[in-house]
């Protein structure tokens, strides 16, 4: 569905990232983990993950847009929005989009993996859990480089303190002095974590190459079930 949307708010999150708020003109039913495309052209769509979860976005959709200076592709999308915010005018999106959406009706343990920007697929996913009070194990680790990219890492950790059931990993793949989480490689660190993933439902946000490793390394060394596992990249990836 192609709707417009008015640009509620536009904020950095980190260096280069931004947290970008749309107010559709009518509500859209999504499910957590989808994605919406934001339209720059007739035949130029481009995919964002939802950072907000269904049941609490109040009528608002949520992105985190990294636009490094090599990215032009995300560059140009939050220019457009902070021409749209400036101006007082729309942008038009189609949504939603995505099967890689969370599996309410399972109860399977979760593990939730992102690498950079892709926290906002994980983000969705774990807040709706959270407001819907699933009470299965929930891990989530998040990669980056340094931990100046992990803008929500306070707000993930207060989360753990108050949800008994939920698990935060951070790693960055550059140690520094007074980190106290993971060094190196998101999909190393969990396999070091884990004797085996039989149990879990496993959703996954990152580069697709990062997404047909996962799906490699977990189905061959920890019985992970090739079935119960989602990502986005999979529906363009074998």
């Known amino acids: 569905m192609t709707i417009e949307c008015k640009v509620k708010l536009i904020e950095p999150l980190a260096s280069n990232t931004f947290r970008i708020l749309l107010h559709p003109e009518t509500p859209i039913a999504f499910k957590a983990g989808q994605y919406l495309m934001v339209v720059m052209g007739e035949k130029d769509k481009r995919p964002f993950s939802i950072a907000s979860s269904p049941c609490r976005n109040n009528g608002e959709l949520e992105l985190h847009i990294g636009a490094a200076e090599h990215n032009a ?23 939603p989009h995505g099967d890689a959406w969370l599996q309410e009706d399972e109860q399977h ?3 939730l993996i992102a690498g950079g ?8 996913i774990l ?4 407001s819907q009070q699933l009470s299965q194990a929930i891990y ?3 990669g980056a480089k340094d931990s100046s990219q992990l803008y929500a890492l306070d707000e993930l950790k207060l989360i ?23 060094v190196g490689n998101v999909l190393q660190a969990i396999e070091q974590d884990f004797d085996s993933l039989a149990d879990f439902d496993i959703y996954i946000a990152g580069r697709f190459e990062m997404a ?7 189905t061959d060394r920890k019985q992970a079930n090739r079935e119960r596992m989602y990502a986005d990249a999979y529906a363009f990836i074998s």
């Not at 790693?171 to 989480?181: D, K, T």
């Not at 047909?212 to 977990?218: E, I």
């Open 117 to 124: 920007t892709g926290f906002s697929y994980v983000r969705s």
């Open 160 to 182: 753990a303190e108050q949800n008994s059931n939920v698990h935060f990993v951070p790693v960055i793949e550059n140690n520094e002095e007074h980190w106290q989480g993971k």
């Open 73 to 95: 592709y995300a560059i140009e999308v939050v220019e457009a929005m902070n021409q749209a915010f400036a101006d007082g005018t729309c942008i038009e999106i189609d949504a």
């Open 212 to 218: 047909g490793a996962a799906r490699d390394q977990f």
């Open 127 to 130: 807040d709706h859990c959270i």
């Open 140 to 142: 989530l680790y998040w």
């Open 109 to 111: 343990p979760l593990l």
